[in-house]
């Protein structure tokens, strides 16, 4: 299955972004040349030089050691989040599908209300309403995208409920519900973790949106969307402050989505090349 | 962090015009940093024609058109029901005052009132109005238009938030068409500033109507410089010079206010020609501005804002009772440090809370100076020593280290706290930054005590009054002296400043409140920012003075050559 | 197909009692009231001010009384009136900013539709080939943009630079005295960042939603017996591939409503755009309760009309499915 991604350019490339990415968030306290909250007031606004790779920021921090830390956060926030939709997700689809009738149809009707909200407002309103910490954002986050997780794994279970080996295993004693663990569950992990991946996309970019608004992650505390948003008044006097969190973003979000798409591809035989 | 500001600028930062005459301290907080301090400077506040006439400018003309940048839309159009900056900026073009502060900001001028007389007890104020002030519906001005506005905002059926300084009103008596005289229960020395914009209403149009509900707070009829013409909710409101205005018909024919609620967009929009004026950032002052393409387009002005910016210590925590704590956190931070990374050098150092330039600010304060080594022998002087050797103070087991808290979407006072952050982390003092949204952070956090350190800021008023934020009777729940500051003798000198008339005496008490709050530090007063319009070149007849540059709007005009909008009359 | 249409309409009313509870809930937790943002910090207001602001709002009541109320009306089509000290009813806030954004998504929904479904059926159809590695790196990176970012950085290069488009609003300042071609001109003109931007960002969704349904169907039986038959490949692809391959896409539109109209809010901030997104975002921060239940309800509303829409078409377009 390696080897098949890995025969897939695109995807192997969005592996490596993927990969990398996590070298530099793992190594940001050895890698970042300086404290990502020490400031320079002799250096502020600095384009960037041997003293400072990307710049400095509006109060003379160094965008290279706020980069790498915000790497951390942003990526914290993208596996949380998703982390807390699938375990939402895989846990109602579960059991929707498992106990079928009532508890089915009421999770379901559930998950339309929640498809039918427009999640951002959701977000928006939580997020104004408590308070934008970190956690906040990541709770909100997953809790808003678990709905298609749920759908999938609900539907892997029916069908499996529906299967001879299932009936014979239950004619041999074993209690159903460690089947499904067993059986239903690792078939439905491949598309789950797919999602997985294009989550964690998403949820950095929720993360930025909010910080345009000013609901993100709250600075000092670096995120690339909150530097992304100081980047956004000096647009014209400090290309460096908006260019890296943008690219990194944008470089990052691609990855995941490459890589995202890339597996499908390998794990969906429908999808396979002729 | 534009959309956050705005519902915090719009609602806190009052206008400075209104701030000033709402008489007490005026104490609406600036919620909205980079943005509020321009707004301040779109103020208008006419004056005498006369006094215009600005050096070797070309002929004055009428026509044009201005346009401004608001990042939030109004919402009602009477005065004393508005509660947030557009509003009351809208209104102040339709609507005058009684009297004003001139351009100097040392003593009131008359509008709408020719004169007055505030009798020797200072009991009794009288008024005459000006009779040759016309609604622009027609119909004529009198007192009895201010008695309606005075019955309409102490009704308790209005939902109003002004009402508490008309409530020391004992008596209103007509004494004519153009005459009245207030009577007054106490000698309340900011009686006569409180007598503003907003205590005029046309009676003739909103008798026995619900001025809650009225359809007025959305087509209104003033009597101010300018004429309502048309508001297209949360994208342009439109103004019409006023032929008829008692102080002279405005040189530019139509105001509009264009609603951009992202600041970037606001400055992008001023760069290519979509809007006439805004304020700047500091950053944008300093380094956005400065190419030639904006030296021949725009003229940008800078002076000293209505607003400080202090950082409060919740007097209830032990850790700030002892007054060594607090004069060694004064020494510890660099407070010019902070005006220049934040501000770009755009501001000054505060050191209490009158605004600099005005006569009530004592001069002889003495400040504190940037001394971390006597920081540090303040703190170990109260006991705080690194004992454990981990670089942070502690005291009986326990390390020094506190939050610092502040609001949501205002990047200076977040700024601002980083900096005080790494300053106390230099004198061993562990600091946590932390923001709060508006609404949480003073309903959760202010009013219920629960903040060890702020960093706010407020409006400074022009009346001395501080009653609100210092006396020891203001630190109850929603009350202004949250930080909980007690002291008899600034009690008593309060109580005595609102009773007393005499400029001079007036000033040798608020001159003692000063010495005491700078020998107490309550707050560590940090810095005053300057407010930074930028204008279009073609406007001319700008005058700076120490109330900024909009005192004499309706003076303004373009040169004939130089109109940008045909506007027909 | 009449009973399909009331029993879907009937299975609205829990839907939409469950989502106005959820967002009564969400309000009935955050802190602070629309009366604390007026008298907060307003040295003038009297705790007595502040308590009759409070029963004028009808806040002084319990929480399930105020819900009660405002379903009451809501039963007679009330939306109540707005907390903000205009006064205005929700309705007529609303009716303002609605046909901006359904118009502003329908262009959008166009244009990434124009674009989407020829890049999804060329990409399928030569699955691998250097044009669908090309497409899919160009769709990921208007995806992978942070659309505020994208949006400054378009309005500096072709508003500011340029100069050959506007940078915000929807009109003019002089529209009123335009001819009516310039009128239009001019609205267009106004147009073009933003719809464009949206459908930048939105256009990977949709393409590889296509691509990946062309994908399956290509792969069906019925296919490689054309192929077999000898019938070329683009009226394999385009006379029977396309119409089956369309049929998942029409749902996911319809799902796709409701993050239409949320997700405007950015856009429109920064487009000084007065559409529901932004209406929505200063309504929670001012806690202008009316009007945020009014949106949610209307949003949600429009949501499952979306999703009943395509659910008709859905039947439509299927054969299999009309018989039912």
Same mark, same amino acid.
């Given at each position: 299955m390696l080897r098949r991604l890995l025969r897939n350019p695109l995807a192997a490339a969005g592996g490596l972004i993927v990969l990398a990415l996590f070298a530099a968030a793992a190594g940001a306290p050895w890698l970042a040349p300086y404290d990502p909250s020490d400031f320079d007031a002799a250096y502020v606004l600095d384009g960037p030089s041997v003293r400072h790779l990307l710049g400095t920021d509006g109060l003379g921090r160094d965008v290279l050691s706020r980069m790498l830390f915000g790497a951390r956060v942003s990526l914290m926030v993208g596996f949380v989040s998703v982390g807390i939709a699938s375990l939402v997700g895989v846990t109602l689809g579960a059991v929707a599908g498992y106990f079928r009738g009532v508890v089915d149809t009421v999770l379901m009707r559930f998950v339309d209300v929640m498809l039918t909200f427009p999640t951002f407002f959701l977000i928006l309103a939580v997020i104004a309403y408590l308070d934008a910490s970190i956690w906040n954002i990541m709770l909100v986050i997953g809790l808003t995208s678990w709905m298609g997780v749920c759908r999938l794994v609900r539907a892997e279970v029916l069908s499996l409920r529906e299967r001879d080996f299932l009936v014979a295993a239950e004619a041999l004693g074993m209690k159903p519900s460690r089947v499904i663990l067993r059986h239903a569950l690792p078939n439905a992990m491949a598309p789950v973790f797919v999602a997985g991946i294009l989550g964690v996309a998403g949820a950095i970019l929720v993360e930025s949106a909010l910080s345009f608004l000013g609901i993100g992650v709250q600075p000092p505390q670096p995120s690339w969307g909150n530097i992304l948003t100081e980047g956004k008044s000096t647009l014209g006097v400090a290309w460096w402050l908006s260019v890296c969190p943008g690219l990194a973003i944008l470089i990052t979000v691609l990855g995941y989505n490459l890589l995202g798409e890339g597996l499908r591809d390998v794990l969906d035989p429908r999808l396979r090349a002729r | 962090m534009a959309e956050r500001a705005t519902a915090v600028s719009r609602l806190a930062a009052i206008t400075p015009a209104l701030a000033a005459l709402?008489?007490?301290?005026? #104490? #609406?907080?600036?919620?909205?940093?980079d943005g509020s301090d321009g707004d301040n400077a779109q103020r208008d506040d006419p004056q005498s024609p006369a006094a215009s006439a600005a050096g070797a400018d070309p002929a004055p003309a009428y026509g044009d058109a201005i346009v401004f940048g608001t990042i939030g839309d109004g919402s009602t159009l009477i005065p004393m029901l508005a509660s947030d900056s557009s509003s009351h900026e809208y209104a102040s073009h339709l609507f005058d005052g009684l009297l004003e502060y001139d351009k100097t900001l040392s003593h009131l001028e008359p509008r709408l009132a020719r004169s007055w007389e505030v009798s020797p007890d200072g009991l009794q104020i009288t008024f005459h109005l000006r009779r040759d002030v016309h609604w622009t519906d027609g119909v004529a001005f009198t007192a009895r238009d201010v008695q309606f506005a005075f019955d309409t905002i102490r009704d308790p059926k209005t939902m109003t938030a002004y009402a508490e300084d008309y409530k020391q009103v004992q008596r209103f008596e007509l004494l004519g068409d153009y005459d009245f005289r207030v009577t007054y229960e106490k000698p309340f020395a900011p009686a006569l500033a409180s007598w503003n914009s907003m205590m005029v209403l046309p009676r003739h149009l909103l008798e026995g109507k619900d001025i809650n509900e009225t359809d007025f707070s959305q087509h209104p009829v003033g009597l101010g410089s300018h004429v309502f013409e048309s508001w297209e909710r949360n994208t342009r409101f439109t103004l019409r010079a006023n032929p008829e205005y008692y102080r002279g018909r405005p040189h530019i024919e139509q105001v509009v206010y264009r609603v951009i609620p992202d600041e970037s967009t606001q400055f992008l929009e001023l760069k290519s020609g979509g809007l006439d004026m805004m304020g700047l950032t500091p950053l944008q002052f300093r380094r956005q501005t400065s190419s030639q393409t904006f030296d021949r387009g725009f003229r940008k002005y800078r002076y000293v804002s209505n607003s400080y910016t202090y950082m409060g210590y919740n007097l209830d925590n032990p850790l700030f009772q002892d007054v060594r704590v607090r004069r060694a956190f004064t020494h510890a931070i660099n407070k010019q440090e902070i005006v220049d990374v934040v501000l770009f050098g755009l501001g000054r150092a505060a050191e209490g809370p009158y605004r600099p330039g005005t006569t009530w600010l004592n001069k002889n304060l003495r400040p504190y100076g940037f001394d971390p080594a006597k920081a540090k022998a303040l703190l170990a002087e109260a006991g705080w020593r690194d004992s454990d050797g981990d670089g942070i103070l502690d005291k009986d087991g326990q390390p020094f280290s506190f939050k610092i808290l502040t609001n949501q979407g205002n990047d200076q006072r977040l700024k601002t706290a980083t900096v005080i952050q790494k300053r106390l982390r230099d004198i061993g003092v562990d600091v946590a930054v932390r923001v709060v949204e508006w609404s949480a952070f003073i309903n959760d956090f202010i009013d219920k005590r629960r903040f060890d350190v702020i960093v706010l800021g407020w409006s400074l008023s022009l009346d001395p009054d501080q009653y609100d934020i210092w006396h020891s009777s203001k630190t109850g729940y929603k009350q202004f002296n949250f930080v909980g500051f007690k002291n008899a003798e600034v009690d008593e000198l309060l109580e005595k400043g609102r009773r007393t008339f005499d400029e001079d005496e007036r000033r040798r008490i608020y001159d003692r409140v000063q010495e005491i709050l700078v020998e107490q530090q309550p707050y560590t007063f940090l810095y005053v920012p300057d407010s930074l319009p930028i204008v279009a070149s073609r406007f001319h007849g700008i005058e700076e003075a120490p109330a900024g540059i909009s005192w004499n709007f309706p003076q303004w005009y373009v040169p004939t050559a130089l109109q940008k909008y045909t506007i027909a009359p | 197909m009449l009973s399909y249409l009331a029993k879907r309409l009937a299975g609205f009313v829990p839907l939409l009692l469950g989502i106005s509870f959820v967002s009564f809930l969400v309000m009935a937790m955050a802190p602070g009231t629309p009366v604390d943002l007026m008298t907060? #910090?307003?040295?003038?207001?009297s705790p007595e001010a502040r308590e009759r602001l409070e029963k004028f709002y009808g806040l002084d009541q319990p929480l399930y009384v105020q819900y009660g109320l405002w379903l009451g009306r809501i039963v007679q089509g009330d939306l109540g009136t707005s907390f903000?000290?205009?006064?205005?009813p929700v309705l007529d806030k609303i009716a303002e900013a609605l046909p901006i954004t359904l118009f502003l998504n329908v262009l959008d929904l166009a244009l990434i539709l124009g674009l989407a479904i020829p890049i999804g059926i060329y990409s399928a159809a030569r699955q691998y080939s250097l044009v669908d590695r090309a497409t899919t790196v160009f769709v990921f990176i208007g995806f992978a943009m942070p659309s505020f970012w994208v949006a400054l950085l378009a309005m500096m290069l072709f508003g500011e630079q340029l100069g050959w488009l506007p940078i915000s609003g929807l009109r003019s300042l002089d529209y009123d005295s335009m001819s009516a071609l310039g009128q239009i001109g001019d609205r267009v003109r106004h147009l073009i960042l933003p719809v464009g931007i949206a459908a930048l960002t939105g256009l990977a969704g949709l393409s590889r939603y296509m691509r990946s349904s062309m994908l399956e169907v290509l792969r069906q039986d019925y296919i490689q017996t054309a192929r077999a038959k000898g019938l070329s490949e683009t009226v394999v692809v385009y006379r029977h591939a396309l119409r089956n391959a369309l049929l998942p896409v029409v749902t996911i539109l319809g799902l796709s409503i409701p993050g239409l109209i949320g997700g405007s809010v950015i856009a429109e901030t920064i487009f000084a755009i007065p559409g529901m997104g932004r209406l929505f975002y200063t309504s929670v921060l001012m806690r202008d309760y009316p009007v945020v239940m009014g949106i949610t309800l209307i949003g949600a509303v429009l949501t499952l009309l979306g999703n009943l829409l395509a659910d008709l078409m859905y039947v439509a377009v299927d054969p299999r499915l009309r018989k039912r």
């Open positions: - | 709402v008489a007490a301290a005026s #104490l #609406l907080l600036h919620g909205c940093g | 907060d #910090l307003n040295p003038k207001a903000s000290r205009d006064r205005r």
